[in-house]
């Protein structure tokens, strides 16, 4: 029997029938239509499926959706306003920091609650903040600059 | 080139915004109305004969809509490499007889949510006869060894499961080793490890009755894709559509045909539905494709100043359970042997082997890595004797630009020399070699080294489809729209392909509309597994826009009565040098084309095909004939720290001095590079996949150590530019996908070496074996005193 | 990778996830972070019927000071643990060690109490068994070992980072069921047994984590050891904790605890005895080192040998003890 709940996504409410045991993952995947966090492992060891819940990142493959009634979830189609994208997600272009993009998402996600609570962040709170997002593409080099990159730009306009 | 505007620039990628927006559909994104889940059933024998298989039960699962076994296909076997004497395909899509790894697949099912689809799976009844198997190369080669298949016929040896032999000589090699003042008889091993893309195999088929088969498929190339596919299911090419997905990452695990996307297609012809079927990361870590890991019996000769006079090489490959790509990475391997430096004599071997493993694959750099960490090792190792420097001895060897191969093919604008003296200088190689094991810090706790490793790759070869079109095409505004085959897999194709566009039709890279990697509205292309993107891909491209700009030449040289070599092409306009006043707007120029010369649009196509007057693809057997005209080289150099109490390795520094002939995208370059890194840091330090007994034991990112953030080193990229682009002319760039693997790897061993005094012949540079290392270097040095 | 169908309850605190738990204690599993829980449901080597979801609680946990104790209640995160002011300062070895746990997702997930309550591990038991491995070890209700083969018992492993630096604390637990509460030292929570680690019946579950007053002067370090430096589980872990003197060279005593070597985190006892009026030193560290990896017998596990485990638990106990020493507040 599916249960109904209410979740606040990317803030919007919405009336959901689920499975009891459907995670967060799954029913923002199928059915809010929203595939930006995605099923790299299904076992909580890749990233790709983060998303925000209440500013914080979570593993949406291990967190029921049941469980998410109350809290805010940010998705990465949360953060543009339109074509107007986030200074993250601008250095992510600028520095090459995105290359096939799947990790990209999660990343994105990550990087933006990191910045949101240390806006200059030192090179050892970069890496614990994203050493559960893996990367095959980029070697991650270009994803600290651009991480650096977001921190400088958010400081110098916030000066 | 200071004039180009695209070309060479750090132009942003086209799909960026789409990728961090999170609007980049992938084929695990892919929904299509009615879709059911597809689930496939494995085998767990690592080879037994199929008696039968009862799927009753099964079908009568509420919710399952169908259900299919080897019975149900067209038995029509595929492989990566197909030939009708010497490489009958031998890999049916659901086994049928017998299986030979555990994970074959043997059933699949498709239902309407995976509930039901595992519940029938569960009820699937498969009765096995165990056969005796065999999981080492060597012992699979042995005359009593269990027969997986019968040896390749041309295979003269009285060895057991060989799926194919690479043999290949040239000059006399007992007579160089007779001439050598010294020579080298080493052997080295590199292991299993898997290419650990983020996003799954997935594929998504959807029949249409009568008509089309919609695929969408996590691919490297959907024209092969769709040849197989055809094959295997008898279906006309015009019949399988293979559409164009994003792709999350492939590295060489994603090419050929995969038993899930013919189920999925099959399941979807007898469903009339639409299927799709996701691996699961354990699956991908247990029963997918992993890299090839080689044996490799290397003896050099080389003279008192170093050069090299005489090679023997030996390559053993574990290829798996079917021939798969095992016969290409023996073959690439006597490449990548004879690539880099001169070698007047050769005797090369190698052997594909067939074990009751799960079937192997080409990862980045196939075969590169494997062989340049044995020969740059041992290189090390002759130059130490001969009391020479690492550098001196490359140097010495280097191929030099315009040298003829002895397969006929030609290095062209060879940058090594100069890659091996940037490399070198920009480190200070010298003033810091040999301070790890004889300087100040040699009983620290944490000892440097340094190291370099030599490498080199090719860019675009004869495989099927072997060649790539393009097609641009005029919008009516003035905007272009591109056709291409090329996927892009993460390498930035469509970026790339557009700057050429741009540079050749003056048009800003947003106003290049891309349309790629779709078999029924796109033309042929290479794929992204050939490492053709940039040379094969990019001329095409070249050509097709540069149809379009005589095309449109010619229509302005009629409406401003002008000779052709007095119009300037500036930005989407053509006017007479020195009349920029008086200029026509693409926009003009294609409608005065319809009105003027019978309706054409104005459309170029564009065709390139690596060695154009080559007829023929080079033997895999012999290693005979042309391979490519196009040529990378590159000379990388690695600083390593060693914790010689725990054993633990880290890569500090990774320099890549490279021939890229000329970048097309320096910031995708430097991307590219960085990825490569990071695999040979991961190969080299901290990635295995272990296995017992046809079993992987550790199937998921917790236990396959691939690096994570806290791996990462620091990465600096020396361009050797050799060539230059030129709008309107064919150009000869390199590639940069796969060839910077292998460098690092052999930098790296070298570096330990360079540390610690430790060398190491099989990888991964474990803690163990460093500190196993270290404490057989302290019993040395005892005894020597 | 769906999970199978069960039923969540949520309850709205832990008296009355204890009274779920009375109800169906045997075929009832807590998912606090859902981190260890999930995954072990998702690979098949755990199927309850009922899933006492916590995660909602987590929301308003509490880590206060009462009755002399710092208490922390066991719904609360790692991300919480690490950021409390109260930790920080009363425990910061605590801090440390949950800072080593996972990736930044799975501590703001994770919770304390679930830390000390992870099921033991093992690669062959940790992954789905449909084709691979498919006839049950011993963990699994089977009668063979993958590991060792021919073996006659289980090796898994506990590898919950936060307990040794607990079992240094001195820390203890209270425990509930639907109608009764009991309060131990932790160092009682583990049995050895890597069927069964936790000395837990299915109707209890742990409510509160208690640390008592600490010394006056403190040295103290964590120390977790794998191949990458995050993410993964611990090759090995070790914490310290050393009490000392006024003068703040003098060591008066202090507990060593190494962990995911065995079935259960295991305190240097020997060792520890060595310490009390022992100035410390790098003879001295060395010495500890030395006796600790003779007692310890490390298993083999996740790809890293006994043999180097022992090699490694010295090393990593001697700069343990180093890194602690550095930490001694100096006397003014």
Known sequence: MK???????????????????????????????????????????CGTCTVLADGQPILSCLTLAIDCEGTEITTIEGLAQGDNLTPVQQAFLEKGAVQCGFCTPGMVLAVTALLRESPNPSDQEIKKALEGNLCRCTGYNKIVEAVNEAAERSSSTNA | MSELQYVGKSVLRKDGPQKVTGKATYTVDVRLPGMLVGRILRSPHPHARILNIDTSAAERVPGVKAVITGRDSLGIHHAFVESARRYPPDQLALAIDKVRFIGEEVAAVAAVDSYAAEEALDLIRVEYEPLPAVFDPIEAMQPDAPEIHPTNPKVREPFRNIGGKTESAWGDVELGFSQSDYVAEDRFESHLRTHGYLEPQATVASYEPGGTLNVWTSSQGTFIKRAKLARTLDLPLSAIRVHKAYVGGAFGGKIDLFSHEYCAALLSMKASRAVKIVAS?????????????????????????????????????????????????????????????????????????????????????????????????????????????????????????????????????????????????????????????????????????IGMGVSAYFGGALIYPSSSSVIVKMNDDGTVTMLTGALDIGQGAETILSQIVAEELKVPIDEVHVIAADTETTPVDIGAWISGGAYVSGNAAREAASQVRRKLLDVAGDELEANVADLVVEDKSIFVSGSPDSRLTYEQLVAACIRKNRGDPVIGEGHWRTMRDEPNPPSLATAKGRWSENYAFDAQVAEVEVDTETGLVRLLRAVTAHDCGFPINPLLVEGQIDGQVSMALGHALMEEVLMKDGRTINPSWLDYHMPTIHNMAVSEYIDVVTESYESGRPYRTKEVGEGYVSGILAAIANAIYDAIGVRLYTTPFTPEKILKGLAEHRSLSHDHR | MRLPRFQPLQPKSIEEAAEFLGKYGGVAEIMAGGTDLFPRIKYGVASPEVVITLRKLSRESQIAIQDGFLSIDSVTTLSQVIRSELVREHAPLLADAALAVGSHQIRNMGTLGGNLCLESRCTYYNQSHAFQFVEPCFKRGGEICYHVPKGKRCWAVFAGDTVPALMCLGAEVEIKTATDSRRVSIDQLYTGNPLRPLAISPTEIVSKILLPKPSARTGWAFAKFSLRGGLEFAGLSVAVLLEMMDDGLTCTGGRMVVGSVSSQPLRAKKAEKALPGKQLSNDLFYEIAEMISEDVKPFSHHGYSASYLKKCLKIQVKDALTLASQRVPQSP
């Open chain 2, 281 to 449: 990361r354990e699956e991908i870590f247990t029963a997918y494709r992993h890299g090839q890991p080689l044996i490799i019996e290397l003896k050099t000769g080389v003279k008192s100043d170093g050069t090299i006079m005489a090679q023997q090489i030996k390559v053993i490959n574990n290829s798996g359970a079917y021939r798969g790509s095992g016969i290409v990475v023996v073959f690439l391997s006597w490449g990548f042997a004879m690539l880099p430096y001169r070698l007047l004599n050769l005797k090369y071997e190698g052997y594909a082997v067939y074990t009751n493993n799960p079937i192997r694959a080409p990862q980045r750099g196939h075969g590169a890595p494997q062989m340049r960490f044995a020969i740059e090792s041992q290189l090390d190792m002759i130059a130490e004797e001969l009391k020479l420097d690492p550098i001196e001895i490359r140097l010495k060897n280097a191929r030099q630009p315009h040298e003829q191969l002895p397969n006929g093919d030609n290095v062209h604008n060879c940058g090594l020399p100069d890659c091996i003296r940037d490399a070198a200088d920009h480190t200070q190689f010298l003033q810091k070699y040999g301070h790890g094991r004889k300087g100040a810090s040699r009983n620290g706790r944490f000892r440097r080294g």
């Open chain 1, 3 to 45: 249960t109904l709940i209410s979740l606040s996504v990317n803030g919007e409410l919405h009336e959901l029938a689920v499975a009891p045991q459907a995670t967060l993952l799954e029913v923002l995947r199928e059915q809010l239509d929203l595939t930006g966090a995605k099923e790299g492992c299904g076992t909580g060891e």
